[in-house]
C-alpha cells in the first residue's frame, strides 16, 4: 500500500467509527449488533494503518533514538487498544443484548493486569507515541507549527465527550495531510538530524 494513502485513510476511518458509534447510540445503548461490529472493525482498520503513519513520519524525523522511541510507544498503544477492540467485538458476538456486554466485560477486566493494560493505560500510548513525532517533526520543520495542534485536539475532544469523535478526525485530517505530503518528498533516505 501507498504509505500516503494511511495518512488520509486513517482519518477517514476514525470518523467512520464515531459516525457509526453514534448511530449505534441512537436507540439509547451501544452494542452488540452490525453498527458495534462494523464501528469497531473501522478503527481496527484506522489503527493498522496507524501503524505506517508512525514508521513514515519517524522516518520523516530522521530515524533517530527519539523518533524510534516515539514510534514504538505509538505501536505499543495501537496493540493494546487493537486488543481492546478486538475483545469489545468477541464480546459483542458473545452476549445477547447490551446488559449481557456488561456482564462479560466485568469478567475480562476483573482479570489482573487487562484493565490496565488494555483499557486504562496502555491506548494512551498510541497517543502520545502520535503526538511526540508530530510535534518532533514541527521542530525540524518538516511540517507547519500548527499540526501538534491540530492533532492535540483530535486526541482531547474524545476526552470532552466520545460524540467529538468525527469532529476530532477531521482535525486529525487537516493535520495529517501535509504529512501524505512529506512521505512523496522524503521518499529518499534523509540525513541523520542533528
Known amino acids: 500500500m501507498n504509505p500516503r494513502i494511511a495518512f488520509v485513510a ?30 469497531h472493525l473501522a478503527f481496527v482498520a484506522a489503527l493498522a494503518l496507524f501503524v505506517s503513519t508512525f514508521l513514515q513520519m519517524r522516518r520523516m524525523a530522521g530515524r533517530n533514538a527519539l523518533s524510534t522511541v516515539s514510534a ?4 505499543v498503544g495501537i ?17 445477547a443484548d447490551h446488559a449481557g456486554m456488561g456482564v462479560l466485560f466485568d469478567q475480562i477486566q476483573a482479570v489482573p493486569g487487562v484493565s490496565a493494560a488494555v483499557y486504562d493505560g496502555g491506548p494512551f500510548l498510541f497517543y502520545i507515541g502520535q503526538l511526540a513525532l508530530v510535534v518532533q517533526l ?10 501538534p495542534l491540530l492533532v492535540l485536539v483530535d486526541l482531547l475532544l474524545p476526552l470532552i465527550d466520545k ?9 486529525l485530517l487537516v493535520s495529517f495531510i501535509p504529512l501524505s505530503g512529506q512521505v512523496s ?3 529518499e533516505p534523509l540525513p541523520a538530524v542533528a
Open 10 to 39: 486513517a482519518p477517514l476511518l476514525v470518523m467512520a467509527y464515531g459516525v457509526i458509534r453514534i448511530l449505534d447510540g441512537l436507540d439509547g445503548s451501544r452494542g452488540p449488533g452490525l453498527a458495534w461490529t462494523t464501528g
Open 72 to 75: 514504538t510507544i505509538g505501536i
Open 79 to 95: 496493540v493494546a487498544l487493537s486488543t481492546q477492540f478486538v475483545i469489545d467485538m468477541v464480546v459483542g458476538f458473545l452476549s
Open 138 to 147: 514541527a521542530v525540524i520543520r518538516r511540517v507547519k507549527v500548527w499540526t
Open 163 to 171: 460524540d467529538f469523535i468525527p469532529v476530532g478526525a477531521v482535525f
Open 185 to 187: 518528498r522524503t521518499a
